[in-house]
């Protein structure tokens, strides 16, 4: 009877996890799109959101017990992973969030991952149906969610979604963009 109990206890803890993952990851975004409507520099709420981070893992770490120093080789691996895929991923995201709805920059800015596969695939990586599927599917729902905005909305959706896709916008205001006209 114990040996089933411990397997149950073990998926419902799991199950927490998920559930307080996804609430934070959700959240976040209504968050960060109202601390920049009431006047937040996106570049500062970047830097603080990487350095609360940075705090709560350090202490999580400390209160396990698990911290240990990095070795001198793996600082400049550390230092790149901080600023590119923490800080400047934040401040893309916030400069994004400007102009696109906090839905949306999160769908788009998640997407990032079905990028990977086709990297993988260019470089000679073998991808296998179920893989390629799933990207194609993400991908199919990305253009549907990305194409309907764009549609009903002005050149300014375009500009902010490239934001939030890590490029940058075009060279002058997003409010002197013209209207897109649906099929024009």
């Given at each position: 009877?114990?040996?089933s109990a411990a397997?149950?206890?073990?998926?419902?803890?799991?199950?927490?996890?998920?559930?307080?993952?996804?609430?934070?990851?959700?959240?976040?975004?209504?968050?960060?799109?109202?601390?920049?409507?009431?006047?937040?520099?996106?570049?500062?709420?970047?830097?603080?959101?990487?350095?609360?981070?940075?705090?709560?893992?350090?202490?999580?770490?400390?209160?396990?017990?698990?911290?240990?120093?990095?070795?001198?080789?793996?600082?400049?691996?550390?230092?790149?992973?901080?600023?590119?895929?923490l800080t400047a991923?934040?401040?893309?995201?916030?400069?994004?969030?400007?102009?696109?709805?906090?839905?949306?920059?999160?769908?788009?800015?998640?997407?990032?991952?079905?990028?990977?596969?086709?990297?993988?695939?260019?470089?000679?990586?073998?991808?296998?149906?179920?893989?390629?599927?799933?990207?194609?599917?993400?991908?199919?729902?990305?253009?549907?969610?990305?194409?309907?905005?764009?549609?009903?909305?002005?050149?300014?959706?375009?500009?902010?979604?490239?934001?939030?896709?890590?490029?940058?916008?075009?060279?002058?205001?997003?409010?002197?963009?013209?209207?897109?006209?649906?099929?024009?």
């Amino acid at each position: 009877m114990r040996e089933s109990a411990a397997p149950a206890s073990g998926a419902r803890h799991a199950f927490v996890q998920l559930v307080l993952a996804i609430a934070l990851f959700g959240f976040s975004w209504p968050v960060m799109k109202t601390a920049l409507e009431d006047g937040a520099a996106p570049l500062w709420l970047a830097a603080g959101r990487a350095g609360l981070s940075a705090l709560t893992s350090f202490a999580l770490l400390i209160a396990l017990r698990r911290v240990r120093l990095p070795r001198a080789r793996d600082l400049p691996i550390i230092l790149t992973i901080g600023v590119f895929q923490l800080t400047a991923f934040f401040a893309l995201i916030n400069l994004g969030l400007r102009y696109v709805p906090a839905g949306r920059s999160a769908v788009l800015a998640y997407t990032t991952s079905l990028w990977l596969v086709p990297l993988a695939a260019a470089s000679g990586e073998r991808i296998g149906l179920r893989r390629l599927s799933g990207v194609l599917l993400g991908l199919l729902g990305s253009s549907f969610s990305s194409i309907r905005s764009i549609s009903r909305s002005s050149g300014a959706s375009c500009s902010a979604m490239s934001f939030c896709c890590s490029r940058r916008c075009a060279g002058r205001s997003p409010s002197s963009i013209p209207a897109a006209t649906p099929g024009g």
